[in-house]
């Protein structure tokens, strides 16, 4: 067990109009630390997509649960209104073999950013049903990855493909660190923080989104999509539609033929508020409600 002191919670002090007051320490384990920042994350997401639901002149319902990936489902309210249903999927839960009764009936399928081993394959596996039943997708940082790497695995054949993070011996690292980043030994010097150009392509579902071809998008991340393998990816189907104009960077990713199929390096979630949603969550629960009518079954 290990112990964290919030200044609010753990051994710090406040000095305020009652005087000097000591609050005690909060003790947590590692796992409870884990599913905090979680359902914080997830948390961040739901709002995101409600917000971009009332963005499209919809009433969102307040989503239930926490885990670490999410799912989502719209329905009529009448005419001119509709709720968005979020329900969060645990990926650690979710295998090939699980994944059609896991996300049966959904609309949309968010695979969130994250970090580390946990519960990867269970997103690979989620990209992976979504790819095949052309459900509108869309995969941020890790999920964005978790794109690509299912993509080698299943339609280009490499059976090995990872991410160098995840496995530093995989034979194909459809993600990897750039040449310039491995010779960084600094703590935290290896991190592509802050905002960054992207030049997105001409009828490209997410310039279709923005409006406009040259955008900035803020980054946290170290791993990047691995570009000596682009020219394989594009020819199988799966489209570099923004790249960053100073450094070739692979920002964004398609598949064209997919009903809605965007992975983003970047987090929009950064730049999207209650007010203002980003217009990639807006167009993901756009896209949704097309899916959702076109799929409409009789009870």
Request: glycine fraction near 10%; proline fraction near 5%.
């Amino acid at each position: 067990m290990a112990a964290t002191c919030h200044p609010r919670l753990g051994g710090a002090s406040r000095q305020g109009g009652g005087g000097r007051r000591m609050y005690p320490c909060q003790k947590i384990t590692g796992e409870e630390k884990i599913m905090k920042n979680l359902r914080y994350l997830v948390m961040i997401m739901a709002a995101m997509l409600m917000a971009a639901c009332n963005k499209t002149g919809q009433d969102p319902e307040e989503p239930q649960g926490g885990a670490s990936g999410f799912k989502i489902e719209v329905f009529d309210m009448n005419s001119s209104h509709c709720k968005v249903k979020v329900t969060y999927v645990p990926a650690e839960q979710v295998t090939n073999e699980n994944a059609a009764e896991m996300l049966v009936g959904m609309s949309g399928i968010f695979v969130a950013p994250g970090s580390g081993v946990r519960g990867f394959e269970g997103k690979v596996a989620a990209v992976k049903y979504a790819r095949e039943n052309n459900i509108p997708f869309f995969g941020v940082g890790l999920g964005m990855q978790a794109s690509i790497i299912e993509f080698a695995r299943n339609v280009l054949g490499m059976a090995d493909a990872h991410s160098r993070e995840l496995d530093p011996q995989t034979k194909y690292p459809v993600i990897d660190l750039m040449e310039e980043q491995k010779k960084v030994t600094a703590k935290g010097g290896t991190m592509r923080l802050g905002g960054y150009p992207c030049l997105l392509s001409k009828g490209s579902r997410v310039e279709e989104a923005y409006g406009t071809q040259s955008i900035v998008e803020r980054h946290r991340h170290r791993y990047e999509f691995n570009s000596s393998f682009l020219a394989d990816f594009e020819a199988a189907g799966m489209k570099a539609t923004g790249l960053n104009p100073d450094t070739g960077l692979v920002e964004v990713v398609e598949i064209p033929t997919h009903r809605w199929f965007v992975g983003t390096q970047y987090h929009p979630e950064y730049h999207s508020t209650a007010a203002n949603p980003h217009p990639l969550f807006v167009r993901f629960v756009q896209e949704a409600l097309k899916y959702r009518d076109e799929n409409k079954t009789e009870e």
